[in-house]
């Protein structure tokens, strides 16, 4: 099918050469030493503390990039972003886990982690895995591994890593990764550049680290219009795609040929708040954006699908969520991120990752259209009962054509008549995607790992929490 376009070819041209200007003449702030050194040896002059990147560079450092990347999980499954699918993930790194039973929200814990992947293993729709919740009962420094660690076990798709913020979470990462495979085929990592423009010393370092694991790599600036970005979406994709690209030109120059997803996750100021802004149809707007600028490099193009500043799962979860999802499926995305996210990332909830796998399939049929065919046509189904047949209902076109898939028939969407709806109780859907995360998890089960497995596992996490506790409350600067 056609894509949607929500840029000219004018317009995405337009970014492109903003960009350049933005990397050639306002440079990138980076002071790491070998990071500066190794891009000055591809041809990036320095200015202050500004590294700037000419063209030329950018260039060649894009056409090293392959068009696809592959992700295995240890059951063995493969999903390839840039193979003209749409793949789904869910939403990464939440604080707090809200019920929809009672209304209210709780810390996230290690065993919230294992659930998640778990209940997501579960789900048809979704096909890789980002550990889902930030355990609050394990000590900051080791959040982002315990994620990873405690996602593992429950799940046999593949996992995509947690985001990184160090080359030692990065190494740690890794090496767990290796207890089920070769880390570059089955782990991506993701490290985000601080907007405007920013690389610290601990993200370059990270971005470095990942290439040198020869780990796919996802750059990941996260810009809010109007705060660390300009208020325009067209100067906010511009300062994006810089920074993407800044980090994508330095992994390459310290392993040609990585793999890059190229992520976008720009959000927009709520101007009477100073709030993010997660559930606007901005958001939406500018992913499918995102999705044609990473295409016109030619790479596979990761932005966020379902995304909401509402607190519970009520109209407004809903109507964001839909727009944001669907304007980026329909412009090409080659994987949307998103599922039971709730209030900007801040929260998930089991619910919402059961109502999503179902929008998901939503968006998989509006992206699918509908045949326009001789058999489709059914001018010959018409006459028949126009002379008589009994009805639509009797003809073998109609059986045939919802067993192609022609209607998307949900499960937790309300298509009863009000009789017998109320008659049953009057259950809403969020009841309904509570109570089938409540089945999944009682039922679904996942094969574990092996013994040695779970033993090298352990052992990372406790060499790597007795390196913070040696460093006490210094301990974050070593990981």
Known sequence: MTHLTVLTDEGVEGLHQATLRLLGDVGVLLGQPEARAVLCAAGATVRGERVLLPPDLIERAVAQCPRRVTLRGRGGQTVTLGDGDLHWHNLGGA???????????????????????????????????????????????????????????????????????TAAEVRCIARMAAVIGPPAEVLTLAVSPLSPLTFPNDVAEAIMETARWGVPLGPLPCPIAGATSPMSLAGSLAQQNAEVLAALVLAQVVRPGLPIIYCGRLAMMEPRTGLS???????????????????????????????????????????????????????????????????????????????????????????????????????????????????????RHTVRTLRAGEIF??????????????????????????????????????????AEQERELAEIMQEAAGVQGAAGVSGRALF
């Open 277 to 395: 802004v997660w559930g606007g149809v901005e958001t939406g707007l500018a992913a499918a954006a995102t999705v044609q600028l990473g295409h016109r490099y030619g790479l596979p193009v990761n932005v966020y699908g379902f995304s909401t500043n509402a607190h519970v799962l009520d109209l407004q979860n809903g109507y964001e969520r839909a727009f944001n999802a669907i304007l980026p499926a329909l412009a090409g995305a080659d994987e949307l991120s998103g599922i039971g996210e709730m209030a900007a990332g801040v929260c998930g909830s089991y619910a919402q990752m059961v109502c999503d796998d179902e929008i998901a399939a939503s968006v998989q049929r509006a992206r699918r259209a509908f045949a326009v065919d001789e058999d489709a046509l059914a001018v010959e189904v018409i006459a028949a009962v126009m002379d008589g047949a009994r009805h639509f209902l009797s003809q």
């Open 95 to 165: 604080r707090d886990v809200y019920d929809p039973r009672t209304g209210r929200r709780r810390p996230a814990t290690v065993q919230d982690v294992a659930d998640s992947a778990r209940l997501l293993d579960a789900l048809d729709r979704v096909t890789t895995i980002t550990p889902f919740f930030t355990p609050q009962d394990v000590p900051g420094p080791l959040m982002s591994l315990a994620m990873y660690r405690h996602t593992l076990p429950h799940t046999t798709k593949p996992v995509q890593g947690p985001g990184l913020q």
């Open 409 to 450: 028939c949900p499960r937790l969407a309300e298509r009863r008549g009000w009789e017998e709806w109320a008659r049953t109780g009057r259950e809403g859907i969020a009841e309904r995607a509570q109570a089938e995360a409540e089945r999944l998890l009682a039922g679904h089960t996942v094969p574990p790992l092996s």
